[in-house]
C-alpha cells in the first residue's frame, strides 16, 4: 500500500515538471503570437510582452499579408514548401538507401565509409561553403532550387540514424526476400521501408524542419527575389529605413503552421523511431 502511494505522488511530481517544462517550450510561442496582433508602435515601444491587451489586438498584420500589396510573402512560402518538400522526399529516399547499405550488406571499405560519414557530421557546414558555392557555379546551379537542395540531398545525419536502425532489423528478411524473387531494390521497398517507417517518421520531422529554417546557404545560392525563400524573404523586412516588425512577426507565426502540421503527422513515430535507432546497432 505504501509503495503504491509512493508511485502516485512521483508520477504526479513528474507530471507537475513536465507541465512546467512544456508551459516553458510554449512561452515564446504565445508571446510571438500576441505580439502579430498588435500594432508596430506598439512592439518598438514595449518589444515582445505576454501582457494582454484586448483594445490594442487586431487581424490588421493577418489582413496585409492576405493583400495585394503583400503577394510576395505567398511567393516566398510557395518556395519554401516546393524546396522542402523535394528536399525532404529526396533526402529520406536517398539516405536510407545509403543507411540501409551500410547496415545490411557486408564489402571493403565499409566501415571507411561510415567513419567519412561521421566525420562529415562534426564537420561545420560554414568550413565546406565556398568550395560548394564554387563547385555550384561550376555546375551553373547559382540561382536555382537544384543548386540548393543537391548539395545537402544525401545528408549523414539521415545517413547514420538509417544505418543504426536497419542495424536492429532481423537480417533473415533480405533471405525471405530472395528465396521469394524479389531483387535488392524489391527488398529494401516491399520489406525494409515499411519495418523502417518510425525512422522515416523521425527524420521527416527532422529534415524538413531543417529544409524549412535554412537560411545561409539559400541566401548565398539565390539571386532572384521572385526564388526568394521565406526565412530569405522575412529578414529582408528588417531594413535600417523602416522595419516592418508587426508584418514580420505576423509572418513568422504563419511560417510555424507547415511544420507543426509535418509534427502532427509523424508524431507517433517521433519518439519510437528516436529511441530505436537510437539504442540499436
Request: glycine share 6%.
Given at each position: 500500500?505504501?509503495?503504491?502511494?509512493?508511485?502516485?505522488?512521483?508520477?504526479?511530481?513528474?507530471?507537475?515538471?513536465?507541465?512546467?517544462?512544456?508551459?516553458?517550450?510554449?512561452?515564446?510561442?504565445?508571446?510571438?503570437?500576441?505580439?502579430?496582433?498588435?500594432?508596430?508602435?506598439e512592439l518598438l515601444r514595449y518589444g515582445?510582452?505576454?501582457?494582454?491587451?484586448?483594445?490594442?489586438?487586431?487581424?490588421?498584420?493577418?489582413?496585409?499579408?492576405?493583400?495585394?500589396?503583400?503577394?510576395?510573402?505567398?511567393?516566398?512560402?510557395?518556395?519554401?514548401?516546393?524546396?522542402?518538400?523535394?528536399?525532404?522526399?529526396?533526402?529520406?529516399?536517398?539516405?536510407?538507401?545509403?543507411?540501409?547499405?551500410?547496415?545490411?550488406?557486408?564489402?571493403?571499405?565499409?566501415?571507411?565509409?561510415?567513419?567519412?560519414?561521421?566525420?562529415?557530421?562534426?564537420?561545420?557546414?560554414?568550413?565546406?561553403?565556398?568550395?560548394?558555392?564554387?563547385?555550384?557555379?561550376?555546375?551553373?546551379?547559382?540561382?536555382?532550387?537544384?543548386?540548393?537542395?543537391?548539395?545537402?540531398?544525401?545528408?549523414?545525419?539521415?545517413?547514420?540514424?538509417?544505418?543504426?536502425?536497419?542495424?536492429?532489423?532481423?537480417?533473415?528478411?533480405?533471405?525471405a526476400g530472395r528465396i521469394d524473387g524479389?531483387?535488392?531494390?524489391?527488398?529494401?521497398?516491399?520489406?525494409?521501408?515499411?519495418?523502417?517507417?518510425?525512422?522515416?517518421?523521425?527524420?521527416?520531422?527532422?529534415?524538413?524542419?531543417?529544409?524549412?529554417?535554412?537560411?545561409?546557404?539559400?541566401?548565398?545560392?539565390?539571386?532572384?527575389?521572385?526564388?526568394?525563400?521565406?526565412?530569405?524573404?522575412?529578414?529582408?523586412?528588417?531594413?535600417?529605413?523602416?522595419?516592418?516588425?508587426?508584418?514580420?512577426?505576423?509572418?513568422?507565426?504563419?511560417?510555424?503552421?507547415?511544420?507543426?502540421?509535418?509534427?502532427?503527422?509523424?508524431?507517433?513515430?517521433?519518439?519510437?523511431?528516436?529511441?530505436?535507432?537510437?539504442?540499436?546497432?
Amino acid at each position: 500500500m505504501h509503495a503504491k502511494r509512493t508511485w502516485s505522488i512521483s508520477t504526479i511530481l513528474l507530471l507537475a515538471l513536465f507541465l512546467v517544462l512544456a508551459a516553458l517550450a510554449l512561452f515564446p510561442f504565445y508571446a510571438l503570437t500576441l505580439a502579430s496582433f498588435k500594432p508596430s508602435k506598439e512592439l518598438l515601444r514595449y518589444g515582445l510582452n505576454v501582457k494582454l491587451q484586448p483594445e490594442l489586438l487586431s487581424l490588421k498584420n493577418y489582413a496585409f499579408l492576405m493583400s495585394e500589396s503583400a503577394q510576395k510573402y505567398f511567393v516566398w512560402y510557395k518556395n519554401s514548401l516546393l524546396i522542402s518538400a523535394i528536399y525532404t522526399v529526396c533526402c529520406l529516399v536517398l539516405s536510407s538507401m545509403v543507411g540501409y547499405g551500410l547496415a545490411m550488406y557486408r564489402f571493403v571499405g565499409r566501415n571507411l565509409i561510415f567513419v567519412l560519414v561521421l566525420l562529415v557530421m562534426m564537420m561545420p557546414v560554414e568550413i565546406i561553403i565556398l568550395p560548394l558555392y564554387k563547385q555550384m557555379i561550376a555546375m551553373k546551379l547559382i540561382d536555382t532550387y537544384t543548386g540548393i537542395i543537391l548539395p545537402f540531398v544525401v545528408a549523414p545525419l539521415p545517413i547514420f540514424f538509417f544505418r543504426q536502425y536497419a542495424e536492429g532489423l532481423p537480417k533473415d528478411f533480405l533471405d525471405a526476400g530472395r528465396i521469394d524473387g524479389c531483387s535488392e531494390y524489391g527488398i529494401f521497398f516491399r520489406i525494409m521501408v515499411p519495418l523502417m517507417s518510425p525512422a522515416f517518421g523521425a527524420m521527416a520531422i527532422l529534415q524538413a524542419l531543417a529544409s524549412w529554417n535554412s537560411f545561409i546557404w539559400p541566401l548565398i545560392v539565390l539571386k532572384s527575389k521572385e526564388k526568394l525563400t521565406l526565412p530569405i524573404g522575412l529578414a529582408s523586412l528588417v531594413t535600417p529605413y523602416g522595419n516592418n516588425y508587426d508584418i514580420l512577426i505576423a509572418g513568422s507565426v504563419l511560417a510555424i503552421v507547415p511544420i507543426l502540421i509535418v509534427f502532427i503527422f509523424f508524431q507517433r513515430y517521433f519518439v519510437s523511431g528516436l529511441t530505436v535507432g537510437g539504442v540499436k546497432g
